[in-house]
Nanobody
Framework: QVQLVESGGGLVQAGGSLRLSCALS????????MGWFRQAPGKEREFVAAISWSGVMTYYGNSAKARFTISRDNAKNTVYLQMNSLKPEDTAVYYC???????????????????WGQGTQVTVSS
């Protein structure tokens, strides 16, 4: 049974930073791509960032480019999302995702991953 557990969300002022973490447990012998999505109230789920198994390839949604950085530590089965220069419009529930059928980052953005975390709330005040 694969589980993804996010942490690191919270309340931050505009211009501030947060670092989200997501740990995967179970099936850790697999090689897999991971990513982050977000969903704001009343809006559709939005792709944020993805990273390949090796960590060499990363892929970002338009809202994340130049402000967010995705990284991973395979020894810890953990993916991170460093978010800088946060804006009120970044307020959303952030979900970690993993696709155990691929090691490619772009695949995370192109099709719904097969495993999801429960989400962590990020609130940016103005």
């Amino acid at each position: 049974q694969v589980q993804l557990v996010e942490s690191g969300g919270g309340l931050v002022q505009a211009g501030g930073s947060l670092r989200l973490s997501c740990a995967l447990s179970g099936r850790t012998s697999s090689r897999y791509a991971m990513g982050w999505f977000r969903q704001a109230p009343g809006k559709e789920r939005e792709f944020v960032a993805a990273i390949s198994w090796s960590g060499v390839m990363t892929y970002y949604g338009n809202s994340a480019k130049a402000r967010f950085t995705i990284s991973r530590d395979n020894a810890k089965n953990t993916v991170y999302l460093q978010m800088n220069s946060l804006k009120p419009e970044d307020t959303a529930v952030y979900y970690c995702a993993a696709d155990l059928t691929t090691t490619q980052a772009q695949a995370i953005a192109n099709r719904p991953p097969n495993y999801w975390g429960q989400g962590t709330q990020v609130t940016v005040s103005s």
